[in-house]
């Protein structure tokens, strides 16, 4: 004797359709039952008058309408970059701890490269600086002043108290 499911209709249907047919109703309930008037601007609809019923007049007085103005979004900035790395010649490399990165010249639209070496104390003082690559005048300008102000940190007490040199590249960049 031969068993036969209970629930023939169910034979050959997997778990997912089971939960796709309850989804397909609600969407197509959505679709056709829910009145699409007002539903983008959020106010209330009233329904449709009958044709035979005539229009009734407006109480509330409209306001004049204004001319609309078309608003431009803002043009963005191009964006700076200033990149810079620090290479000492022989001896300790010792970090920047105080002083800016030079900062994109007013003025200046284009890419540069400033090279600059550095006489730094013991201390950490810039002692001088000499530009060694001539470049962008604003930008090595920039370069120059800004690099005159660092500070690095000192020697440690262990090695030999003398002036250390590097040299610092410096590239600007508009995109």
Known sequence: MRLEPAHRLLVGVNGASLVSV?????????????????AETGRAVS??????????????????????????????????RVLYSVRWTGGEIRRKIAGSIPHYPAGFSGEAMSRVELVVSAAGNVRSAKLLQIGNALCDEVTLRDARLWKFQPLPPRQKRADQHCVL???FTRK
């Open 47 to 80: 329904p449709p008058l009958p044709s035979s019923a005539a229009p009734v007049p407006s109480v509330v007085s409209e306001a004049p309408r204004q001319r609309q103005q078309t608003i431009m979004p803002a043009k963005k900035a191009p964006a700076v």
């Open 22 to 38: 309850p989804l397909a109703v609600l969407l197509l309930f959505f679709v056709y039952l829910v009145p699409k008037h007002g």
């Open 169 to 171: 590249i410096v590239s």
